[in-house]
């Protein structure tokens, strides 16, 4: 007993004498469900990381995993925050149908522009209207993919008309409603999964962000790009979501929990924002050099869809309502933070 005494109390010294002996140190996992080469890891988890390394004097590492390399679905990436197979994990709520209702104001059809205003709105909007449903995680950024273009193989969509009989992938459930309202055919399926199928003809095209376009290789299987006008807004969009295990995060000396949270929330937001809106661009640059093009939505036949999606807004407040939100104040709310 002695002994183990007088050990005790010489690692207590020496970490006294020595305190970056007893500092913590932490190596973050993070998992995600796109390809390495995406601009989610490259231009902002790994910066975003290399930013946590600098101001922790090298006390906080990051593991990252793409492309579901820590198995499941990308349906599974919030359980897998939620036990700590994962510490931090980069997912769409919008996989977990039902789970996260109230963010999915901010998908319903016509409220997002771009990536940058888009991502705003849904920090803002998680902040004021949705935080209860993710109280189970520390959350370090909210943002959109700027919006869903139609990627289509055989036949641009440049009215409502062009719609009936297409089936194209759809990465949530309101992208599928939407769809669905507008003519076309909905089809669910992992985005690694979405280049093979059209491929082989099982769908038409994809309902999919700028940002998944080169790193899925969809612009290897269409030709036509389909989205509003610049300034107007698309029929359906996407919020992606940064969640960390709550326990992980509060179990981080407060000097480490300090640099995560300066480089979280709003100045994240901004971050994924112009990321998606810089590379929306130069994918557009790309997709027309190599022959690929671009559509933009007249005026007149964006007025049309708008008419054909305001079901899926009504039908959505109901729905709201029935779980007890207001869906009416969710959906108003969604509308006016995005036009801000």
């Known amino acids: 007993m002695q002994r183990r005494l007088a050990v005790l109390a010489l690692a207590l010294g020496a970490s006294i004498g020595n305190p970056a002996a007893a500092a913590q140190e932490v190596t973050l996992k993070i998992a995600h469900f796109l390809p390495s080469a995406a601009a989610a890891q490259q231009m902002v988890l790994e910066p975003w990381c290399a930013t946590l390394a600098q101001e922790s004097s090298g006390r906080i590492g990051c593991q990252i995993y793409p492309a579901m390399q820590l198995g499941g679905t990308p349906g599974q990436l ?10 931090i994990v980069w997912t769409a709520p919008g996989y977990s149908a039902g789970r996260f209702p109230a963010i999915e104001a901010m998908e319903l059809p016509f ?3 771009d990536a940058a205003s888009g991502s705003r709105a849904a920090w803002n909007f998680y902040e004021q209207y949705a935080q209860q449903e993710f109280s189970k995680y520390k959350v370090l950024a909210v943002h959109v993919d700027g919006g869903v273009a139609l990627h289509t ?5 440049a009215s409502l008309e062009d719609f009936k009989g297409l089936k194209l992938r759809t990465p949530t459930r309101m992208a599928s409603k939407t769809l669905a309202a507008l003519g076309g055919e909905p089809v669910s399926m992992p985005p690694g999964q979405v280049t093979e199928a059209i491929s082989k003809g099982v769908v038409d095209g994809a309902m999919g962000a700028w940002e998944v376009v080169l790193p899925t290789k969809l612009d290897e299987v269409t030709k036509y790009h389909t989205q509003p006008a610049a300034g107007q807004a698309y029929p359906a969009a996407t919020v992606l979501v940064l969640l960390m295990n709550r326990q992980k995060y509060d179990g981080l000396a407060p000097d480490l929990k300090a640099v995560i949270d300066r480089n979280s929330g709003p100045a994240l937001v901004e971050r994924f924002g112009k990321v998606w809106d810089d590379v929306a661009a130069q994918t557009q640059a790309k997709v027309r050099a190599a022959g690929g093009q671009v559509v933009d939505i007249s005026e007149a036949d964006l007025s049309a869809m708008k008419n054909a999606a305001r079901a899926v807004d009504t039908e959505w407040r109901a729905e709201m309502d029935k779980k007890g939100l207001d869906g009416t104040k969710l959906s108003e709310a969604a509308h006016a933070l995005a036009r801000q």
């Open 153 to 157: 193989s055989k036949q641009a969509i």
């Open 111 to 113: 409220v997002v522009r």
């Open 78 to 87: 919030a359980d897998q925050a939620l036990r700590g197979v994962a510490d």
